[in-house]
């Protein structure tokens, strides 16, 4: 069964303390790997898609890896405003579930000034 | 370009009675999904459309939830007799292809 594991579940961080959110999963055949940020009370907002193990992808304090079984996001010297919950999903690429994304948990990330 | 909206954001109903949320998608956008998502968990996927063809439903969607998307524009998602399991937010997005999703705002259900 395709599935998402996301650690850790809550992390705290002082502002400028860099640390790496980990997402590992299970799927037969991968299509793309998504991260998302979700604040309180609203929709999950799109950061990244990764396609193949090794790619990278940056965004202002952010970067997402992939390996073959895992992918991590590194928060390098954050800020109070990144604090939010940090979801990871797979899209799978065989037989009709070529849609729907399979979500994580989530890890909810705190950042005190 | 607006984003995905969805209409109501917050939706209090009595068990027993019928309810139904609205999405409009990014305007570009061929596919349209609908996900539900409890406190403390990922989003899950009920359903999802290709223009206005339904190509996929999760065995969460059940009988007493249907879907629709006439002409492939916006989409209605409906729940009859609502029970309280039926709580959560729910959550609609919008794609090009099978590529990444945007999210809508949600609509958040209280059946008490």
């Known amino acids: 069964e395709d599935q998402v594991t996301q650690s850790p579940e809550a992390l705290r961080l002082q502002e400028g303390e860099s640390s790496s959110l980990n997402c590992s999963y299970t799927v037969s055949g991968l299509r793309g790997l998504f991260w998302y940020r979700q604040d309180p009370g609203k929709g999950p907002e799109f950061l990244f898609t990764?396609?193949?193990a090794g790619e990278e992808k940056e965004k202002e304090r952010l970067k997402a890896t992939l390996t073959k079984k895992e992918s991590f996001l590194h928060i390098t010297a954050p800020k109070p405003e990144d604090s939010a919950t940090y979801l990871c999903?797979?899209?799978?690429?065989?037989?009709?579930?070529?849609?729907?994304?399979?979500f994580g948990k989530g890890t909810k990330l705190s950042v005190k000034p | 370009d607006t984003g995905v909206s969805q209409d109501p954001r917050h939706k209090i109903t009595k068990r027993g009675q019928n309810v139904t949320f609205r999405c409009d998608p990014i305007s570009e956008h061929n596919r349209l999904y609908w996900y539900r998502q409890t406190l403390g968990q990922g989003p899950e996927f009920l359903t999802y459309?290709?223009?206005?063809?339904?190509?996929?439903k999760s065995r969460l969607l059940s009988d007493r939830f249907s879907a629709e998307r006439p002409k492939g524009s916006f989409s209605t998602l409906e729940i009859q007799r609502t029970e309280q399991g039926d709580s959560a937010m729910y959550l609609c997005a919008s794609s090009w292809a099978n590529y990444e999703q945007y999210f809508g705002p949600g609509t958040r259900l209280t059946v008490t």
């Open positions: 459309f290709q223009n206005e063809a339904q190509l996929e």
């Open positions: 999903a797979v899209q799978a690429n065989y037989g009709g579930s070529q849609g729907n994304l399979i």
């Open positions: 990764l396609y193949s």
